[in-house]
């Protein structure tokens, strides 16, 4: 199983880039996924997911209303829109799946245990 993170740039505080994780080995239309991200010096934390129907999402409340997650699964991948990105939201950022949840509300339930190598993502002028 291999989970394809892209997208990573350096982008001007208030541009957007879409990060993608493409998945072989595993079909993601069974699987829910979560983005996660880990700053510099802090703890990698849960930014986004996305039920296996896409029925269900979650956001952190700091991208709430800049970001958007969803999926093709005829691609077998899952996007993440960021829009008015901030200084803050630079981390490395990190798709997974296979046994969990997206639960509204509060976001991954489990532990994933598929995960993808990480995209960079900078927000600088």
């Known amino acids: 199983v291999q989970l394809q993170a892209s997208g990573g740039g350096l982008v001007q505080p208030g541009g957007s880039l879409r990060i993608s994780c493409e998945a072989s080995?595993?079909?993601?239309?069974?699987?829910?996924i979560g983005w996660f991200r880990q700053a510099p010096g802090k703890e990698r934390e849960g930014v986004s997911c996305?039920?296996?129907?896409?029925?269900?999402?979650y956001y952190e409340d700091s991208v709430k209303g800049r970001f958007t997650i969803s999926r093709d699964n005829a691609k077998n991948t899952v996007y993440l829109q960021m829009n008015n990105l901030k200084a803050e939201d630079t981390a490395v950022y990190f798709c997974?799946?296979?046994?969990?949840?997206?639960?509204?509300?509060?976001?991954?339930?489990?532990?994933?245990?598929?995960w993808g190598q990480g995209t960079l993502v900078t927000v600088s002028s």
């Open positions: 997974a799946t296979h046994r969990i949840l997206c639960v509204p509300g509060s976001g991954v339930r489990g532990t994933p245990g598929y």
């Open positions: 996305i039920s296996n129907t896409g029925g269900s999402t």
């Open positions: 080995g595993i079909t993601l239309a069974y699987n829910a």
